[in-house]
């Protein structure tokens, strides 16, 4: 066995403390949950790992050592360039299937690393959505709703995530630890079957991982903000392709793809997740099939063989995430497919329709716009008199006011998004190019300074920096401003062409 193959068999996990406080009384349960990939969803830096990896459509080099990843280039004379390095803090998945490593900047901004560890292959492969040439490299910030899916709620900002833990399913416990009763703590199962499923549908429902607005949260609701026993549509809604005539299958599809089953659409309502699962083992529970088809299951057993899912919800590779294979549960007569070779990335553009919740006329309109036109803006506006102080919204109008030439407007509306987020990239940018075509190029500058320290592995901020230092005829500056953008992200075409200039007018040191 490799070495590192030895290390990641003892993969350590982060538990939540708030779950070893159930223990004195629900023993049992938390033992066996302890076991499952909810209970072990956070994993810890992978201190003894050892491995390279080479990207050849990216053509980038990797290596893991230490807790450490680490990515570079060869330049023409076989020399490293374009080197970067930083350190693994934690992994996001238990590894049943996969971790993908993540790291935290002296910042306290959580980034995704280009490289995953895959249980069926034993090996480090490109992360999911990363095998392409211009992948996200190490630049892509982890945002707040992945952990929503995949970590306990969050107590103290400065810690790192830890697993899913009783509360995600059970609601808040502080009174029923104080005082334990049946009163004052969620138990699934008094609730109605919508409520049920939809404890579960928080995390285990989405319609497409990328490419289009599959759903928008409620105005008013945080991330966090989920309560188990609310409806669902309380808290989010949500949207798919309109053009889907067979549903897809990816890497988080047990909710859409059950949903889509005659089992559930013809069961009056009466098929939940834990139909079919114990909760606290996460395992199928035995005869699942049998509650709802004793007849076909007497028949079928001895024709057919026990393993109904075996036929009927075949495991597979999903299209987003093709190292993996997980369970298809869309249940079918008899399931075709075939596992797909590459991850495919095109980008949709065609309309959005509600799915599982109704859209009002707003919200859909906006999970369809297209482009930051004049009819963009008086949807943002009206977002905005429901919720004044939704922050991606509000950095989107700035931007459409901006592209549609009305600077003054898209200046107050970037201004008031920065009182409320200080380092939003997209703000500070838009705002400092608003300020360097106006004239202003030393606020353009103090803008992208403040977003470069907040932010240093954003590229885009670096060209920007760049640019500025370009007009304002500081060519040294310009340099090393579009090198950066150029070691953070190869290829930055745009960077490499205004280096290029810069350096061409020029004889400068480090051209
Ligand atoms: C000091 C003992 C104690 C601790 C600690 C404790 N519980 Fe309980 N729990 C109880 C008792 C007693 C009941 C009520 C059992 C009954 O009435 O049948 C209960 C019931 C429950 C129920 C079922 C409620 C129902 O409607 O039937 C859930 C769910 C639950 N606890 C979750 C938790 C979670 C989650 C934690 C940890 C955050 C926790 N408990 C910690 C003692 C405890
Ligand atoms: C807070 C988000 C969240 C909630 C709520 C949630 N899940 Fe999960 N579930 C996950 C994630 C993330 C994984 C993958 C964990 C891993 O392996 O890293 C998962 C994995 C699973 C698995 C795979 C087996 C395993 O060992 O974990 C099953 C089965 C499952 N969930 C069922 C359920 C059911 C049933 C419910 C509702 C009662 C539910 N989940 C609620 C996020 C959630
Ligand atoms: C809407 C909820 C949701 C979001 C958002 C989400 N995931 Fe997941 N993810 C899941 C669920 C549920 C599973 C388990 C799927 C299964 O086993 O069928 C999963 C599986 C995984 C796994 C494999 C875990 C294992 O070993 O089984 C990894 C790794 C992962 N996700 C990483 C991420 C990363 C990184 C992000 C953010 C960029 C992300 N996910 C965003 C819900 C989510
Ligand atoms: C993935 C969601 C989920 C998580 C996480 C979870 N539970 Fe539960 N729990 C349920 C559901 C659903 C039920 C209802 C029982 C059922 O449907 O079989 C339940 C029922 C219970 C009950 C009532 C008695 C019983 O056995 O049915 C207790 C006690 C309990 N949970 C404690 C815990 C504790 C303690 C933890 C953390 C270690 C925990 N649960 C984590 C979903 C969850
Ligand atoms: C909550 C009840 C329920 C459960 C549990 C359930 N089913 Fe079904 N299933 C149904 C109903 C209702 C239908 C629709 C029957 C009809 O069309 O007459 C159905 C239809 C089917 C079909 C035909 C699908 C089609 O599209 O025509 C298959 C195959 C099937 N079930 C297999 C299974 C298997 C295998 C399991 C266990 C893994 C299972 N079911 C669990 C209720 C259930
Ligand atoms: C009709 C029965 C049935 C229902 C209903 C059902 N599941 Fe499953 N699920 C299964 C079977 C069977 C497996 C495969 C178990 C295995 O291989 O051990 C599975 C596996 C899973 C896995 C692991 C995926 C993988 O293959 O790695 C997740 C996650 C999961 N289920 C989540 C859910 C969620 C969430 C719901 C509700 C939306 C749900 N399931 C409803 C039968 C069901
Ligand atoms: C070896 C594969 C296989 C296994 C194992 C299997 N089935 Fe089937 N099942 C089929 C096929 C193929 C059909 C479609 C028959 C047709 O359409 O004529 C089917 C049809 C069905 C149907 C549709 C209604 C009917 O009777 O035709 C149900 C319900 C069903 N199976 C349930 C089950 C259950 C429950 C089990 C487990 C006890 C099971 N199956 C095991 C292959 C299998």
Redesign the pocket.
């Known amino acids: 066995m490799k070495a590192w193959l030895a290390a990641l068999s003892g993969i350590l996990q982060i538990a939540s403390a708030q779950t070893q406080s159930c223990r004195p009384c629900h023993a049992a349960i938390v033992d066996t949950y302890l076991q499952t990939g909810m209970g072990r969803s956070i994993t810890e830096r992978p201190s003894s790992l050892r491995a390279t990896f080479y990207h050849k459509l990216s053509n980038r080099h990797y290596d893991v050592n230490a807790g450490v990843m680490r990515r570079y280039q060869k330049g023409a004379d076989g020399a490293v360039v374009n080197e970067i390095a930083k350190s693994i803090d934690f992994g996001i998945g238990s590894g049943n299937h996969a971790i993908t490593y993540a790291n935290r900047t002296p910042a306290g901004i959580l980034l995704e690393l280009p490289l995953s560890w895959y249980r069926e292959r034993s090996a480090l492969a490109m992360s999911p959505g990363y095998d392409k040439p211009d992948h996200f490299d190490m630049r892509r910030e982890i945002s707040p709703a992945c952990l929503f899916c995949h970590a306990a709620y969050p107590t103290d900002a400065a810690a790192l995530p830890s697993s899913i833990d009783c509360a995600r399913c059970h609601g808040p416990a502080s009174a029923h630890l104080a005082k334990p009763s049946k009163e004052n703590i969620v138990n699934p199962v008094r609730l109605t079957a919508d409520r049920q499923r939809e404890i579960c549908f928080q995390c285990h429902l989405e319609t497409v991982s990328t490419g289009i607005f599959d759903s928008m949260r409620q105005p008013k609701r945080d991330v966090y903000s989920y309560q188990p026993g609310e409806p669902l549509s309380a808290y989010k809604l949500y949207f798919d392709r309109a053009d889907a005539p067979e549903p897809r299958f990816e890497v988080n599809h047990a909710g859409y793809r059950m949903l889509h089953s005659?089992?559930f659409q013809?069961?009056g309502g009466?098929?939940t997740c834990t139909?079919?699962h114990d909760p606290h083992s996460a395992k199928t529970k035995p005869a699942?099939?049998t509650?709802?088809?004793a007849e076909a299951s007497a028949k079928h057993s001895r024709q057919m063989g026990s393993d109904?899912?075996g036929c009927?919800?075949p495991k597979r590779k999903p299209s987003d995430a093709i190292h993996v294979t997980v369970t298809d549960h869309w249940?079918?007569?008899q399931p075709k497919f075939e596992n797909p070779a590459r991850e495919g990335y095109e980008p949709y553009r065609g309309r959005v329709v509600p799915f599982y919740t109704e859209a009002d006329s707003v919200s859909l309109d906006i999970a369809n716009v297209q482009a930051p036109n004049e009819e963009a803006v008086a949807l943002y506006r009206l977002y905005l008199q429901r919720d004044a102080k939704d922050v991606s919204v509000l950095a989107a109008l700035g931007n459409a006011l901006f592209r549609l030439g009305r600077r003054q407007e898209a200046v107050d509306t970037l201004e008031k998004t920065l009182t409320l987020e200080p380092s939003h990239p997209g703000a500070l940018n838009t705002l400092a190019i608003a300020e360097a075509t106006a004239g202003n190029l030393e606020r353009a500058i103090a803008l992208l300074d403040q977003c470069r320290k907040m932010r240093p592995d954003h590229a885009l901020t670096w060209f920007n920096l760049g640019a500025t230092y370009q007009a304002m005829e500081k060519p040294l500056q310009a340099l090393q401003a579009f090198r950066e953008a150029i070691r953070l992200q190869p290829d930055f075409a745009e960077a490499r062409a205004r280096l290029a200039a810069v350096c061409g007018s020029r004889k400068l040191r480090g051209c």
């Open positions: 005659a089992c013809k069961s009466k098929m139909t079919c699942s099939c509650g709802c088809h109904c899912a009927h919800m249940v079918r007569r």
